[in-house]
């Protein structure tokens, strides 16, 4: 089995930040893709930032340039730093990855729990 398992969620003021962590476990043969998305109340689930193998991150429009998304390969693990949050950022958020496991030949797709982001003064 494969599990993500999501942390770093809360409440924070505008303007502030948080970090978010993304560990992958278990029989894990390799990972493609990492991503974070986000859903908030009454929206649909989108997109926030991806990274496709070894390439350079992929951000949505709304989080470029106070977003800033990692992977630890060694670790299997992603990170999400998040900066000048606004109200806007407040969301759900959502850890995917692509994982192949061990002695399968494709690979599938998985998510986290979900972790609360609330940026409120």
């Known amino acids: 089995q494969v599990q993500l398992v999501e942390s770093g969620g809360g409440l924070v003021q505008p303007g502030g930040s948080l970090r978010l962590s993304c560990a992958a476990s278990g029989s894990i043969a390799s990972i493609n893709v990492m991503g974070w998305y986000r859903q908030a109340p009454g929206k649909e689930r989108e997109l926030v930032a991806r990274i496709i193998g070894i390439t350079n991150p992929n951000y949505a429009d709304s989080v470029q340039g106070r977003f800033t998304m990692s992977r630890d390969n060694a670790r299997n693990t992603a990170y999400l730093q998040m900066n000048s949050l606004q109200p806007e950022d407040t969301a759900v958020y959502y850890c995917?990855?692509?994982?192949?496991?061990?002695?399968?030949?494709?690979?599938?797709?998985?998510w986290g729990q979900g972790t609360q982001v609330t940026v409120s003064s």
């Open positions: 995917y990855a692509s994982i192949r496991r061990r002695a399968k030949y494709t690979p599938e797709d998985y």
